[in-house]
């Protein structure tokens, strides 16, 4: 420790004795003066952040936290907070840094800073992914709640794109098609920003439920987006059409050619472009007795090849 550190960490020394000092009851004070205690805090965080001394910070950042939080200072508390659950992530700490993020992000919710709110949750989820999916899938569920009151077209893509990440690595495939539902109706607030995207999230649900063999859910999903949008004349749809095919008879060669054929599937979200390449067709996954929307699937596609082909042969005779 150098000089100046030195000389910093005694001013920060000396600011915060005056905290302790207005946080304590005497005979003559029943109640903390948080205005006073929330003024010298905010002076003993800055000397011992330039003074390098962390655990003393740690110590001031919570108490500046509590003061501003009392005096209603919530942007302010929730600052200290944030930076104090930082130096507890630093320390591997995730339990208690997660606490702090939450407190964070309740008091940038009570300033009503909502992005802020959501960026503290991702951030907590982040951290937690790796140990903790299932409280990680929670927190970004939070945060992507806030976007159907408080809409923000950027920062919303990011949130979910990083919950369906989340979702599909730890094997959470019904919240991550749950997530990409829910993104749905507001991409489709701003479609001269997003039309695009809501098509590949169409696309990427249907994905997902051939990946974990629910070939059933993924025609009623097909079927039912058919008039959202633009879909059925996206090269999504065409893309779809074709798996969907390859599933429903059962054709390997057919799947891998459908999946060659459409660039489409290259600019999917990185996490369903891994599940693409793990797409097959065999025993494992399609044992294979029809069932009533496979059924009708299969009837309406025999149906319109047989209409097309009908076509071609009335234009040929008219040729002739």
Known sequence: ???????????????????????????????????????????????????GAHDMLMFALKDSGDSHMHIQSYHTAASE????????????????????????ADNYSLNESYNKFCLVLTKSANMLAETFPEAAIKLLNEACQIYKHDYDPEMHEATYKKAVSICIKHNKYEDAIKFMRDQIPLQMKRKDLFEIDVYRNILSIIIVNLYTNHLDKAIIEHNKQQNTMSYKTSDEYYAASDLLDAY????????????????????????????????????????????????????????SDDESEDDESEDDEDYC
């Open 248 to 303: 429903v008879k059962g054709n390997s060669d057919d799947l891998i050619s459908s999946i060659e054929k459409h660039s489409t599937f290259k600019y999917l979200h990185t996490p369903i472009g891994r599940l693409i390449r793990l797409l097959k067709i065999g025993e494992d996954r399609l044992s294979y007795n029809k069932n009533k929307e496979q059924e009708i699937y299969f009837n309406q596609k025999t149906s």
């Open 1 to 51: 420790m150098n000089y100046k550190q030195f000389e910093n960490l005694e001013k920060g020394k000396q600011a915060y004795k005056k905290v302790k000092k207005y946080l304590d009851k005497t005979l003559f004070r029943w109640k903390p003066d948080y205005e006073q205690a929330a003024r010298f805090s905010r002076e003993a965080v800055k000397y011992f952040k330039m003074a």
């Open 81 to 104: 907070y944030e930076n104090l659950a930082k130096l507890y992530e630093d320390r591997n700490e995730i339990i208690k840094a997660s606490e702090y993020y939450r407190l964070a």
